[in-house]
């Protein structure tokens, strides 16, 4: 069982800066990857931002330049670095674990945390 929590959200103004972490616990014995997607309301969930195993990230291009995705692999956590926010990164973002079970890779989601961007 693995547990993700995540945090970090909250309100800022357009050009402000918010740092989101999301902390994994559990039976953690391979990660293949790590992320960021979020939501806004009405648009379907969509990919922020990926660290993989081996250390390349991958980016949207909405948030290059912006946005930096970084890990800590003794504490299973990672995080998104949100620069220059927009008000069109408001959204719920969800971070990611894949990791592989055996033969098999499973997803985890956090709960979700809101960021709003005021204009």
């Known amino acids: 069982q693995v547990q993700l929590v995540e945090s970090g959200g909250g309100l800022v103004q357009a050009g402000g800066s918010l740092r989101l972490s999301c902390a994994a616990s559990g039976s953690i014995f391979s990660i293949n990857h790590m992320g960021w997607h979020r939501q806004a309301p009405g648009k379907q969930r969509e990919l922020v931002a990926i660290?993989?195993?081996?250390?390349?990230?991958n980016y949207a291009d909405s948030v290059k330049g912006r946005f930096t995705i970084s890990r800590d692999n003794a504490k299973n956590t990672h995080y998104l670095q949100m620069n220059s926010l927009k008000p069109e990164d408001t959204a719920v973002y969800y971070c990611l674990f894949n990791i592989k079970i055996g033969a098999n890779s499973y997803n985890y989601w956090g709960q979700g945390t809101q960021v709003t961007v005021s204009s």
């Open positions: 660290i993989i195993s081996g250390g390349s990230t």
